[in-house]
């Protein structure tokens, strides 16, 4: 697997609130941190932000209250260590004080090439992709994952790989 490929992800979430709202404020509050521990990860390329510092104002759908979150990594293994393994995951161990469960899918992964920085509109197709289809080369998460060539990566050869082993 070369480096002419970087892995592109897009997870939404339904708030339970507006993110104005004091039952939002333990999410808000951690937006700047956990972004920059996502800046600070290796691997790191890209992530989709407003002049603000974050994607929260963008509106990628009709509900005012689904947030979409859009970054691109050198490697599944990079992202899986930023979510996984950083401080990344309290948030994520938090994540139903502050949203609702989405009856789709929520997160999505696709490989883009190097230096392609992808659009909403291509991160909803992909989101449509996985919900209809399922897991495949094209649009895939964690648990179905696979390489740029298409082929099928395990769970527990990328927690091996993404530990060194």
């Known amino acids: 697997m070369g480096r002419d490929y970087d ?7 339904r708030a339970v609130a507006p993110l104005d709202d004091a039952v939002m404020s333990g999410f808000v509050d951690q937006l700047e941190y956990i972004n920059s521990v996502a800046e ?3 691997g790191f390329v890209w992530r989709l932000q407003t002049e603000d510092g974050d994607s ?3 509106r990628a759908f009709e509900d005012p209250l689904i947030i979409v979150n859009m970054s691109v990594w050198a490697s599944i293994e990079a992202l899986y260590r930023y979510v ?3 401080d990344h995951l309290g948030p994520v161990r938090d994540r139903r004080a502050w949203f609702q469960r989405v009856d789709r899918a929520h997160s999505v992964l696709w490989w883009v090439p190097n230096g392609h920085r992808p659009s909403l509109e291509e991160a909803k197709s992909r989101l449509e992709m996985l919900d209809r289809d399922g897991p495949g080369p094209l649009a895939f998460t964690f ?3 696979f ?3 298409g082929n ?4 527990s050869s990328l927690i091996d790989r993404e530990c060194g082993v």
């Open 147 to 149: 390489d740029p060539d």
């Open 143 to 145: 648990a179905r994952a």
């Open 152 to 155: 099928p990566v395990s769970r």
């Open 40 to 42: 600070r990860s290796p």
């Open 56 to 58: 929260t104002a963008i």
């Open 84 to 86: 996984f393994r950083s």
């Open 7 to 13: 892995l592109a992800q897009v997870n939404i979430a």
